[in-house]
């Protein structure tokens, strides 16, 4: 009987048993709080966590919540004894929508020192969300192109420049139009060189646009181009559109 009282006893005495925590505590993206990037950019994250009872964490995956990337997983090193650890890994903006976005943060583990283990689900561990921490801008890559008069398609600053640029010509044509209707007489001495002009090629059409006194050199000099560039682009079309018009050139 006092054996079985001892056992009792000493099995009452000992101590409870621990559980097993991993506790994700901290975030830096690109060494600050937060991170403004633009679209199709990597972020450096570093995540901090706490370790008791000898949990092991050999992976975690990111997620930037709303933004329509999905979950991605991270092979980090192999953490299993007690304390505090940082991990370190890029994260991936390509394809993300713009926006201000959270980042979800897993950690994965299976108590168990260098056994292969890429986030499994059953074998999460702990998971925090870190508010507001990246920002994606630009992400149709807008503004990418080199624009200009030497660029296949324009930006949207200088689509919005030609339509200005248009819409005071038509108003500057309006207003010299005789009182009675009608449009500017024609002068065929400049239509003549202009269409001359246009016969020589895009140099040579650029040149007499150019000439201030055809009327068209300031939609040049709005983008910074004085002289002939000999490529045919959207400025070019909007001037001989203009000078067109303006002398009844057709």
């Known amino acids: 009987m006092k054996k079985i009282l001892i056992s009792s006893l000493v099995v009452a005495l000992a101590p409870l048993a621990t559980f097993a925590s991993v506790n994700l505590t901290h975030l830096t993206v690109d060494n600050a709080t937060n991170a403004t990037v633009s679209e199709g950019s990597t972020v450096a994250a570093k995540v901090t966590y706490n370790i008791t009872s000898s949990t092991d964490v050999e992976s975690m995956s990111w997620e930037l919540v709303g933004s329509g ?5 991270e092979n980090v090193t192999d953490r299993i004894a007690n304390g505090t650890f940082t991990s370190i890994f890029d994260i991936d903006t390509t394809g993300a929508s713009e ?3 959270d980042v979800l943060i897993r950690s994965y583990g299976d108590d168990d020192a260098d056994v292969s283990n890429l986030c499994e689900s059953t074998d999460q561990n702990d998971s925090q969300s870190f508010t507001d921490r990246i920002t994606v801008t630009d992400s149709n890559n807008d503004n990418q192109g080199t624009g200009g008069n030497n660029s296949n398609s324009a930006p949207s600053w200088l689509s919005a420049l030609l339509a200005q640029i248009q819409a005071n010509m038509a108003a500057l044509i309006a207003a010299l139009k005789p009182a009675t209707g009608g449009g500017v ?3 065929p001495s400049l239509c003549s060189q202009f269409m001359s002009a246009q016969a020589g090629g895009t140099v040579s059409l650029q040149s007499f646009l150019l000439n201030p006194a055809n009327g068209q050199s300031a939609q040049f ?3 910074g181009v004085y002289a002939p560039t000999g490529f ?3 400025v070019t079309q909007a001037a001989l559109n203009a000078f067109k018009a303006q002398n009844s050139c057709y």
């Open 99 to 101: 926006g201000t976005w």
């Open 185 to 187: 007489p024609t002068t």
């Open 221 to 223: 000099h709005a983008i």
């Open 69 to 73: 990337l999905p979950q991605t997983c």
């Open 232 to 234: 045919f682009g959207p």
